[in-house]
């Protein structure tokens, strides 16, 4: 269900850098709020537990909403799909920044959760609707650059604003969604036309069977482990960064930028030519390794040189293997770009409900077991993705001598 020959490569072009600078400014006010969060939930008289409670509703909603938006985006088309997504997103960060009580966090976290899972799934399927098979990993690679982009240069507006109030980086977040909301009103197209999503609507029953198929499973649990072994990190480094290596926090806070810069470089400039030299496969396969490699060399570092080198490998390795994955689920699915890419995110997001608390929990037994358990998952990740060649390899053999 590709819909790329209706786009010139120059209306793709302008569709692509279009969704980059969205997701840019989405993630740009997501994580504006990285530095003052804390600060802001204490005023509610919040602890670090509920801080985790908070971010975990938030992933539940994200996980179950997510493939539901990607089914109906299937259906009605993403232009609106992506136009709700972005606008939960600032009725959410609104919300938010006008609590008064505990409970209003979480509302506006959920109602947040249920909304904004529209936006990712769909931007990503946009692209698949708008690129040929051979440029999609590119595509997505561009996306998760623009993530990377936006967590670089976030949070230093979002300590910039909290000095002037805690509550103003949360508007400033609503505000740039915004801006993201009408950039995609006045100059995106829809990338589904009517008689796709017409069939989609036909085949809907199908695809819900369809779409955990054993080797497309393979698929989405390499996506799982990847969120497993990522979250660790995001949720104990600070703490490993402490306690083994003694770092002060604004040394921490610049390991988080070079590894924000190595996976933007990788993921805008090196997967498509990396795509085109070996293909998604191995490139999926082979940014798996370099990542565990990278979560091993973290727990053998010593000083701050070379803990910021093991990271920045680490980013190599996901900024190789994410959109590799992505770009084979969309490449190979059985069913809707929006079911497949709603699926993912779904598998992604439950992978950031489990992983914070299992990542806490095990740094406590010691603090090098999320960086080896991290190592292991990437390993389990690559004997899925294994699967998944052979698999697709032995099918393609089997179809040429029918």
Known sequence: MNSAAQFTPQQRHRATLLLFFVLLLIMMGFSVLFPIKAYYLEQFGA?????GLISTVYSLMQFIFAPLWGRLSDRVGRRPVLMVGLLGFVVSQTLFGLAKAIWMLFAARILGGMLSAAAMPTAMAYIADITPPEERAKGMGLLGAAFGLGVIVGPGVGGVLGTISLGLPFFVSAGLAFVAFLG???????SLPPEVRQAAHKEEARSRWEAFSPD????YLVTLAL????????????????????????????????????????QGFLVGPVQKAIGESRMM?????????????????????????????????????????????SRHARVGQGIAIGLMDSFDSLGRIIGPTAAGFIYRVSPALPYLSGALLFLVAFG???????????????????
């Open 216 to 219: 497309m499973a393979a698929l």
């Open 384 to 402: 899925l993705g294994l699967f998944w060649s052979v698999s697709a390899r032995t099918s393609v053999t089997s179809s040429a001598s029918q």
């Open 184 to 190: 995609v009103l006045a100059f995106l197209p829809e």
């Open 227 to 266: 969120s497993l072994g990522m979250v660790g990190i995001e949720v104990t480094f600070s703490f490993f960064a402490a306690d083994r290596l003694q770092l002060a926090v604004n040394e921490t806070s610049w390991i988080f930028v070079v590894m924000g810069i190595v996976a933007s470089i990788v």
């Open 285 to 329: 396969l082979g940014g798996l390794v370099i990542g565990a490699l990278g979560m091993a060399g973290v727990i053998l570092t010593t000083n701050p040189v070379l803990v910021t080198v093991a990271i920045c490998v680490l980013s190599v390795g996901t900024g190789l293997a994410r959109p590799a994955n992505s770009a084979l689920i």
């Open 47 to 51: 602890d670090a537990f509920i801080m």
